[in-house]
């Protein structure tokens, strides 16, 4: 997967363009994405990335549950 970063740093929205949340798999391999760009150091902004895909993550996991459900 190829993460986008724009000229301050950020990452692209996290939704898809129809609006609809990643799956868990998508933001997972951001996550590694990540801890590979960083080196599994993880500070400041991208501390504060780590947390936000964290999170997207989670929510995305609950979302499965609840789709299987």
């Not at 760009?37 to 501390?47: A, P, S």
Request: charged content about 25%; cysteine-free; overall charge negative.
């Amino acid at each position: 997967m190829t993460v986008v970063v724009d000229k301050i740093g950020a990452v692209p929205p996290t939704s898809s363009p129809d609006g609809s949340l990643r799956s868990a798999a998508a933001v997972n391999a951001e996550i590694r994405a990540l801890l590979l760009r960083t080196g599994g150091w993880l500070y400041g902004e991208t501390r504060d990335e780590y947390e936000r895909l964290r999170a997207e993550w989670a929510a995305a996991v609950r979302g499965g549950v609840a789709e299987a459900a």
